[in-house]
């Protein structure tokens, strides 16, 4: 521009600007608004501004000559930063950048209207609709910030105006993969073959948190239906309703887990009861897998290359039924073990071999679209479950047979011919939950995960399953290697269940979960 033009009072643009980015205030008389890949040269003389030269390459100021260059200021052997403009050429109002100015690092006075945020450092969708400023669209953009200290403080300002009423509305049904991993940790202390001192107390401690945690999910279930409804789309929603079968996957647990530390110190009375709770679960989850999986099927569309182990969660709860039937039946009548070890038994294949076909999904995916992205990979370990819980069913149930049905007694089986097909076909299967395991733990080591997302558990539950499954194998072949090995292998476990809880504990307090738009209740 030139110098009558400049001295109206109006800011020179930033040499990086072109005209369809200044506001109609600033633009020149008589332009218009150009793409922003036009340069001067690409405008008709009527447009152009006065003695402005057309030039071939993005004007800067140095290319001009003394006449058409806008007064006060001086030439630059790059592109011109604010940064580097003194005070009395810089543009008043105009504070100075970092870097290159973007439109996203000035505030609201100085950036033209209409300009949207650039990407910078953090991302869009950690905001949410309501605190996103508006004429920014969603999408893989970074907000701007300039230090750590300002995107410290500009958290803490957005999470302020989210109250934890709203955020209740996002306590979505994966949280119950908290009381999961904690009961499995239970079960696995109380399944150690070398045992240490004040095992059995330290084991009904870590029992006892999972009745805490399962009393305070329940209730935050509750209290989020009760104050924002949506029970219904909960259990229907693509992703959220997948984590609906988590639910009775922690009840699966806390059964095992009253059996092998409560049935001890409580007969008769106690007996019974947990008989009655296990046909309940065996007809409710049988029912669940049908009902939801049909749903599934009319309702929704998943692609392949979206893929994911969640899709195994909804027949997971009934092929757990093999495993809690394996802990009860020999603390059974003969006729009550029988029965419960045979449903056990069938649920467990039904599971397994359902799992097997959607493992051939998995490996399709996988080989079409390649790992899933780094936040989600530590849900790989969801397919380490099936298998590892099937060879644990299948020592458990081979063991738990009374011996009056044994040939010896009487009987019709050949009870240690069963044993021993139930230890061949164990070994088989954890094969499978070793293969599985060496996938995820690759995947993850590769590209680790920084973001905290709740499918993290997966790193839990499933290993506890393969640790028990490993050490019953151990047992069965009495190998003190593998026994020790085994032992390594819990501790292990227990670092990494230290290790997400801490994670989980920080994502909260920091809104990366329990927050609108980052959990699985988020719409795609």
């Given at each position: 521009?030139?110098?009558?033009?400049?001295?109206?009072?109006k800011?020179?643009?930033?040499?990086?600007?072109?005209?369809?980015?200044?506001d109609?205030?600033?633009?020149?008389?008589?332009?218009?608004?150009?793409p922003?890949?036009?340069?001067?040269?690409?405008i008709?003389?009527?447009?152009?501004?006065?003695?402005?030269?057309?030039?071939?390459?993005?004007?800067?100021?140095?290319?001009?000559?003394?006449?058409?260059?806008?007064?006060?200021?001086?030439?630059?052997?790059?592109?011109?930063?604010l940064?580097?403009?003194?005070?009395?050429?810089?543009?008043?109002?105009?504070?100075?950048?970092?870097?290159?100015?973007?439109?996203?690092?000035?505030?609201?006075?100085?950036?033209?209207?209409?300009?949207?945020?650039?990407p910078?450092?953090?991302?869009?969708?950690?905001?949410?609709?309501?605190?996103?400023?508006?004429?920014?669209?969603?999408?893989p953009?970074?907000?701007?910030?300039?230090?750590?200290?300002?995107?410290?403080?500009?958290?803490?300002?957005?999470?302020r105006?989210?109250?934890?009423?709203?955020?209740?509305?996002?306590?979505?049904?994966?949280?119950?993969?908290?009381?999961?991993?904690?009961?499995?940790?239970?079960?696995?202390?109380?399944?150690?073959?070398?045992?240490?001192?004040?095992?059995?107390?330290?084991?009904?401690?870590?029992?006892?948190?999972?009745?805490?945690?399962?009393?305070?999910?329940?209730?935050?279930?509750?209290?989020?239906?009760?104050?924002?409804?949506?029970?219904?789309?909960?259990?229907?929603?693509?992703?959220?309703?997948?984590?609906?079968?988590?639910?009775?996957?922690?009840?699966?647990?806390?059964?095992?887990?009253?059996?092998?530390?409560?049935?001890?110190?409580?007969?008769?009375?106690?007996q019974?009861?947990?008989?009655?709770?296990?046909?309940?679960?065996?007809?409710?989850?049988?029912a669940?897998?049908?009902?939801?999986?049909?749903?599934?099927?009319?309702?929704?569309n998943?692609?392949?290359?979206?893929?994911?182990?969640t899709?195994?969660?909804?027949?997971?709860?009934?092929?757990?039924?093999?495993?809690?039937?394996?802990?009860?039946?020999?603390?059974?009548?003969s006729?009550?073990?029988?029965?419960?070890?045979?449903?056990?038994?069938?649920?467990?294949?039904?599971?397994?071999?359902?799992?097997?076909?959607m493992?051939?999904?998995?490996?399709?995916?996988?080989?079409?679209?390649?790992?899933?992205?780094?936040?989600?990979?530590?849900?790989l370990?969801?397919?380490?479950?099936?298998?590892?819980?099937?060879?644990?069913?299948?020592?458990?149930?081979?063991?738990?047979?009374?011996?009056?049905?044994?040939?010896?007694?009487?009987?019709?089986?050949?009870?240690?011919?069963?044993?021993?097909?139930?230890?061949?076909?164990?070994?088989?299967v954890?094969?499978?939950?070793?293969?599985?395991?060496?996938?995820?733990?690759?995947?993850?080591?590769?590209?680790?995960?920084?973001?905290f997302r709740?499918?993290?558990?997966a790193?839990?539950?499933?290993?506890?399953?393969?640790?028990?499954?490993?050490?019953?194998?151990?047992?069965?072949?009495?190998?003190?290697?593998?026994?020790?090995?085994?032992?390594?292998?819990?501790?292990?476990?227990?670092?990494?269940y230290?290790?997400?809880?801490?994670?989980?504990?920080?994502?909260v307090?920091?809104?990366d979960?329990?927050?609108?738009?980052r959990?699985?209740?988020?719409?795609?």
């Open positions: 521009m030139d110098k009558e033009t400049d001295s109206s009072g800011q020179p643009v930033p040499t990086s600007m072109t005209l369809d980015t200044t109609k205030e600033t633009q020149p008389s008589g332009s218009q608004p150009v922003a890949s036009m340069t001067l040269n690409s008709d003389k009527e447009t152009r501004p006065s003695g402005a030269q057309p030039v071939s390459t993005p004007m800067r100021l140095d290319s001009m000559d003394k006449e058409t260059r806008p007064s006060g200021l001086r030439p630059a052997s790059t592109f011109e930063t940064g580097s403009v003194d005070k009395e050429t810089r543009p008043s109002g105009i504070r100075p950048a970092p870097a290159l100015v973007t439109p996203g690092s000035m505030d609201k006075e100085t950036h033209p209207s209409g300009i949207q945020p650039a910078t450092l953090r991302a869009f969708d950690l905001i949410d609709t309501d605190t996103r400023n508006s004429g920014t669209q969603l999408g953009a970074l907000l701007p910030v300039h230090s750590d200290a300002q995107t410290e403080r500009a958290r803490k300002k957005m999470m105006k989210i109250t934890w009423k709203r955020r209740l509305n996002h306590f979505t049904w994966a949280w119950y993969t908290l009381a999961m991993s904690t009961g499995g940790l239970a079960l696995l202390i109380d399944g150690q073959h070398y045992k240490f001192p004040f095992e059995e107390h330290v084991g009904l401690a870590i029992f006892a948190l999972y009745f805490i945690i399962m009393l305070i999910l329940c209730s935050a279930m509750a209290l989020r239906f009760i104050t924002h409804g949506g029970f219904g789309n909960s259990i229907k929603h693509a992703r959220e309703g997948l984590f609906f079968p988590t639910f009775f996957l922690a009840v699966a647990v806390g059964i095992s887990g009253a059996q092998r530390y409560l049935a001890p110190h409580h007969r008769g009375l106690f019974g009861t947990i008989m009655i709770l296990f046909w309940l679960y065996v007809a409710t989850t049988f669940l897998a049908i009902g939801q999986y049909s749903f599934l099927f009319e309702y929704h998943y692609g392949l290359q979206t893929m994911m182990p899709w195994i969660l909804p027949i997971f709860p009934i092929m757990l039924s093999g495993t809690i039937a394996a802990n009860i039946a020999p603390t059974q009548s006729s009550r073990a029988i029965s419960m070890i045979i449903a056990g038994f069938t649920a467990q294949i039904l599971g397994f071999a359902v799992s097997m076909l493992y051939s999904h998995m490996l399709g995916r996988l080989m079409q679209s390649g790992l899933p992205d780094r936040e989600h990979r530590p849900g370990f969801m397919n380490v479950g099936p298998p590892s819980f099937t060879a644990l069913a299948f020592i458990g149930l081979s063991n738990s047979i009374p011996m009056q049905f044994d040939y010896a007694y009487g009987g019709t089986y050949d009870i240690s011919s069963i044993r021993t097909a139930g230890v061949v076909m164990a070994v088989a954890w094969a499978l939950a070793f293969f599985w395991l060496c996938i995820a733990a690759v995947a993850v080591c590769r590209s680790r995960p920084k973001f709740l499918g993290w558990w790193m839990v539950f499933p290993n506890t399953g393969f640790v028990l499954a490993s050490i019953a194998i151990a047992k069965s072949i009495e190998n003190a290697i593998c026994l020790w090995i085994t032992t390594g292998l819990s501790a292990v476990i227990l670092v990494v230290y290790h997400v809880a801490i994670n989980c504990y920080k994502a307090r920091r809104g979960i329990m927050y609108p738009g959990d699985e209740d988020v719409d795609h």
